[in-house]
């Protein structure tokens, strides 16, 4: 098994189409379809042309995407109010679970929401809530998105 190496998306733009099919069926849903897949390509073509806020990483393993995850501004327009830096869309290929790269991808962008200065970074999560505060993430309270529920997480980034 080859090392993984996390890169930002600026490194790999070739990797947008897949990412943004990955993210669209995965979460396209919570969004009840106000989020399309040209909507998703853009955004993280946008990603892809920068290294900080908004920005994308992603896990790579002899050059081969295995999962992501985005640095942004507002990941739903409901809680634009509660903070302006969010970690969303972690996704790492079902094939590829269980192997810590999700954590990995965790950690280095909260590394990297700390090298840019981001005093607080906030994420929803319908269901993974124990995964994040295992890695330090506290829960701030519940919110409904779509009529689903979710639990809205932030953390402070340490440099």
């Known amino acids: 098994m080859s090392a993984v190496a996390i890169v930002p998306l600026a490194d ?10 990955w993210h669209h069926d995965e979460w396209a849903g919570l969004y009840e379809g106000a989020w399309t ?3 998703c390509e853009s955004e993280l073509r946008d990603h892809a042309s920068r290294r ?4 994308t990483l ?18 739903a327009p409901e809680f634009r109010d509660l903070g302006d830096a969010w970690l969303a ?3 790492v290929l079902p094939a590829a679970r269980g192997r810590g790269l999700g954590k990995r991808l965790v950690r280095e962008l909260v590394a990297l929401a700390a ?3 981001l005093p607080r970074l906030w994420l929803f ?11 330090g993430w506290q829960r701030v309270g519940e919110a409904s998105l779509h009529g689903r529920r979710v639990t809205l997480m932030d953390i402070r980034p340490q440099a």
Not at 68 to 75: G, T
């Open 37 to 39: 897949l040209e909507e």
């Open 12 to 21: 790999r733009p070739d990797c947008v189409p897949l990412l943004a099919r």
């Open 115 to 117: 090298r840019e200065g």
């Open 52 to 55: 900080h806020l908004p920005t």
């Open 125 to 135: 999560t319908p269901e993974h809530e124990a995964f994040y505060a295992g890695l």
């Open 89 to 91: 869309s972690l996704y």
């Open 58 to 75: 992603v896990a790579l393993e002899d050059g081969r995407p295995l999962g992501s995850v985005s640095l942004v501004r507002e990941d």
